[in-house]
C-alpha cells in the first residue's frame, strides 16, 4: 500500500452499502448503458423527461477537484462527474471509447496508441488535443507533483503526439494491463500550467470535458454542477447535481425524510428500523449494493518500531472480528484476509484468517516485554506504559462504532487507547505524512489488482 510504511493487518470487511432514492412520483431507470452519465427518470406517464435538480447527501466533503492530485474518494466521485478518461468501463466492465475512439497495442506489447475524437470542447470553450492527454500523464509522472497515483503510471517510459489527435505510449516492458491504466481523468493543459501545480486554484474550480461543469463549492456546506451543454456524450438528463455535506448522520437523515434531500447513504441501524416500514417505502427507494472491490482495514504504522511482527500478530489476534462485524454491521459484512476485495481475481480464497485469541495475545505481549506491573490495568515496559493512538475521519457513526469495537478489545488486552477524530482533509495528510499510530480507512480499488493504485 502506499501509506506510507503502514500495513494491513488487523480487520478487512466487505461493507454492503444501502442507498436511498426519494421516490416524489418518479423512479429510476438505467439510461444507454454505455454513457457513464446520471440515472434518467421516467415520470408518472412512463416518459423520460430532462431537467431538475438532485441533492444527493454525504457526510464528508471534498478536498481536491484536480484528478491528478485528489486521493478519496469523495473527491474522485465529483472529478467523475466533470472530467473524461481516454477509455472507461461500460456496464458490462469492458473497455470502451471515451476521449479516445481508438487505439492499439504494438505487436511487441511496447507501446500504445491512442486516436482522439474530434471536436471535443472543454467547458471555456477550448478545444481537447493530445497535447493535453501528454500534459496530464507528465504531471502523473513528475516527481515534483504530489499525486498519490503516480507508482501505477511508472510503466511508462516515454509519451509521443505524432499529432493533434493522436497520442502513443511507449512502456518499460510489456504491460498485460495497461489499457486499464488510461481509464485515468484528462485535465487541460492551458488552465494547469499557468502556475504552480500542486497550488493551482482550479484545483477547487476545475474545468473538463464531463457531462457537468463547476459551478461553485460553499466549503462544508455543497458544491454545484450544472450539466455542460456542450459535452461529446450528449445531455445528461439531470440539469443541476448538488453535493450536500451534512456530516452528522442523524442530521443527514432528517434531511431525507423532510424532502431536502434525495439521494443518501443509510446506516444499518437506520436500514433495519424503516426497510420494513410500509409508509418509508411508499416515499424511498431503497438499494442494497455490495462495492466490487471495497474494504474496511485498520493499518499499523511500521515507521513506529513498536510495530515488530509479533506486536502486530497481538493486537490482531485480540479484534474479535465476527462479533464486530454482527454488533457494528448486522452481519451485512463478511471478513477478508488481504488488500483485495473478495471479489478481485488476486483474493485468495486459501488463506485462513487469524483467530479470536485474546490468550496468545496477551501470550505474545508478554514475551515482548509487556507486562502489568503497578496492576492498574495498562501494560507497561521498562517505566512506559503501552499507550497507542488511533485515528478515524469524524462524520460516519458506522467509523465511530467499529474504531470504538476494535479499541474496547484492545482496551480488555491491556493498551490505552486514544481516540484521535480529524476532519477529513486534515486526516488524510496525517496518514500520508506517517503522523499516527493506527488507523481506520475504507478502499475502493479498481479491477486491476495491483495495489499500487491503491
Known amino acids: 500500500m502506499i501509506f506510507s510504511d503502514s500495513r494491513c493487518r488487523v480487520v478487512f470487511c466487505t461493507i454492503l452499502f444501502i442507498s436511498l432514492l426519494q421516490a416524489c412520483g ?6 444507454a448503458a454505455d454513457t457513464g452519465g446520471p440515472p434518467a427518470y421516467q415520470d408518472d406517464t412512463g416518459s423520460l423527461s430532462y431537467g431538475g435538480t438532485l441533492i444527493q447527501a454525504v457526510s464528508i466533503d471534498a478536498v481536491n477537484l484536480n484528478p491528478v492530485l485528489c486521493m478519496d474518494s469523495y473527491s474522485r466521485a465529483i472529478a467523475a462527474r466533470i472530467f473524461d478518461s481516454l477509455v472507461r468501463f461500460n456496464s458490462s466492465m469492458e473497455i470502451s471509447a471515451c476521449l479516445a475512439d481508438t487505439w492499439e497495442m504494438s505487436s511487441d506489447c511496447m507501446s500504445i496508441t491512442f486516436g482522439l475524437k474530434r471536436n471535443i470542447l472543454w467547458q471555456d470553450g477550448m478545444e481537447f488535443t493530445s497535447a493535453d492527454v501528454k500534459f496530464t500523464y507528465e504531471k502523473l509522472l513528475d516527481p515534483m507533483v504530489k499525486s498519490p497515483r503516480r507508482q501505477r503510471f511508472d ?3 516515454a509519451i509521443h503526439v505524432p499529432g493533434p489527435y493522436e497520442v502513443r505510449f511507449d512502456f518499460n516492458s510489456p504491460f498485460s494491463t495497461a489499457l ?6 484528462i485535465i487541460p493543459e492551458h488552465i ?3 502556475c504552480d501545480f500542486n497550488d ?21 456546506d455543497r458544491i454545484i454542477l450544472e450539466y455542460f451543454a456542450g459535452c461529446h456524450s450528449g445531455r445528461p438528463f439531470i440539469d443541476q447535481y448538488i453535493i450536500k455535506v451534512i456530516p452528522d448522520q442523524s442530521a443527514l437523515f432528517q434531511g431525507l425524510l423532510g424532502g431536502e434531500i434525495d439521494v443518501a447513504l443509510m446506516n444499518f441501524d437506520q436500514y433495519l428500523r424503516h426497510a420494513s416500514d410500509q409508509d418509508f417505502s411508499a416515499k424511498f427507494n431503497i438499494y442494497r449494493y455490495r462495492p466490487g472491490t471495497g474494504y474496511t482495514f485498520v493499518a499499523y504504522n511500521n515507521r513506529n518500531e513498536l510495530f515488530s511482527k509479533e506486536f502486530r500478530r497481538a493486537l490482531s489476534l485480540a479484534v474479535d472480528t465476527e462479533n464486530i462485524m454482527k454488533d457494528v454491521y448486522h452481519g451485512y459484512a463478511s471478513r477478508i484476509t488481504g488488500p483485495f476485495a473478495s471479489s478481485s481475481q488476486a483474493y485468495d480464497q486459501s488463506i485462513v484468517p487469524l483467530p479470536y485469541s485474546p490468550g496468545e495475545a496477551e501470550s505474545i505481549l ?9 496492576q492498574d490495568g495498562i501494560l507497561d515496559r521498562n517505566g512506559k506504559k503501552l499507550s497507542l493512538r488511533f485515528s478515524l475521519s469524524g462524520g460516519s457513526a458506522v467509523t465511530r462504532l467499529l474504531v470504538e469495537a476494535v479499541s474496547s478489545c484492545w482496551r480488555r488486552l491491556g493498551v490505552q487507547v486514544t481516540l484521535e477524530v480529524q476532519e477529513w482533509s486534515d486526516y488524510l495528510k496525517s496518514i500520508r505524512s506517517g503522523e499516527f499510530d493506527m488507523f481506520l480507512l475504507s478502499i475502493e ?4 489488482p495491483d495495489q499500487s493504485l491503491v
Open 26 to 31: 418518479m423512479k429510476t431507470v438505467n439510461p
Open 155 to 157: 510503466f511508462i517510459r
Open 180 to 185: 486499464c491504466r488510461f481509464i485515468m481523468f
Open 192 to 194: 494547469f500550467s499557468e
Open 200 to 220: 493551482n486554484p482550479h484545483n477547487r474550480f476545475p474545468i473538463g470535458t464531463g457531462p457537468y461543469k463547476f459551478v461553485g463549492w460553499d466549503k462544508g
Open 366 to 374: 508478554k514475551n515482548c516485554g509487556w507486562t502489568d506491573t503497578d
Open 445 to 448: 480499488t479498481e479491477s486491476d
